[in-house]
């Protein structure tokens, strides 16, 4: 197969295009460097001719960060009008686990763009998944008050990226079927243990206070209601295993 990665020298995209390859498939990389621009649609109906489906792992940065829900929508109507001048079979989606039951911010912005990818004449499939284990890193570097640290307190299961990609191929591999079922860690983990455990790892050890962030959001944190359903599928690493593998 030949298959489009938007996004693909990001985190995650960076482990579906080492999948891709590992599964003997040819990679596309839908970027810059390439003179494909996805905010702008320049140069991707061309640079899809030929492929088979396009995995959208996009995630936007600088000054997209500040507006993502325009980012999503932006991005998602350029591959997906791209893809159907150039007849691409199967559009590959990674969503997230609860954003229609917490839409607000980032959340919000996901779920736009599912809405976007649903309405699209290109055949779709969306995989939702829960946070990757390095949202307590994530999360170490965003929660703070000058130089203190805080523990966010929310109710997760995380899910190792290596296990995300290789989901999002194998349903590259095979004709479009909508909504997958949802993918998840192996158990469920406090967020807030996990940054302390992350942050004693790389030997920061300052006092991190446990805190619940304000709003909606927070209360979805905080209530269970990112979690994945009793349906879903769950992967093998847990956030130990991973974090004892990483450089300290």
């Known amino acids: 197969m030949d298959i489009a990665i938007a996004g693909g020298t990001g985190v995650i995209g960076t482990h579906v295009a080492e999948v891709v390859r590992a599964r003997g498939h040819a990679v596309r990389l839908l970027t810059r460097s390439e003179c494909i621009d996805v905010r702008t649609g320049v140069g ?3 640079a899809l ?12 940065h600088g000054p997209d960060a500040k507006k993502p829900e325009e980012f999503f929508r932006r991005t998602t109507a350029n591959l997906l009008e791209a893809e159907g001048l150039a007849s691409v079979r199967h ?7 609860g954003v ?8 919000a912005a996901k779920l736009a763009q599912e809405q976007v990818i649903t309405a699209s004449d290109v055949p779709w499939t969306i995989q939702r998944a829960t946070q990757f284990h390095d949202f307590a890193a994530q999360m170490y570097a965003r929660a703070r008050i000058g130089p203190l640290r805080m523990a966010v307190r929310m109710r997760t299961q995380p899910v190792d990226a290596v296990e995300v990609a290789t989901r999002l191929v194998e349903l590259a591999e095979h004709p479009a079927h909508g909504r997958a079922i949802d993918l998840a860690g192996p158990r469920e983990e406090d967020l807030a243990a996990m940054m ?3 942050a004693r790892h790389h030997h920061k050890n300052g006092w991190m206070p446990k805190i619940g962030l304000p709003g909606g959001f927070g209360r979805a944190m905080r209530s269970g209601d990112l979690l994945p359903g009793v349906h879903a599928d769950l992967g093998q690493r847990t956030f130990e295993e991973w974090l004892v593998a990483q450089p300290d």
């Open 196 to 198: 302390r455990a992350w």
């Open 49 to 60: 001719r030929g492929a088979d489906a396009v995995i959208d792992v996009l995630n936007p």
């Open 100 to 107: 229609d039951r917490a839409p607000h911010g980032y959340y």
């Open 91 to 97: 559009h590959v989606a990674l969503s997230i686990v």
């Open 44 to 46: 991707l109906e061309g």
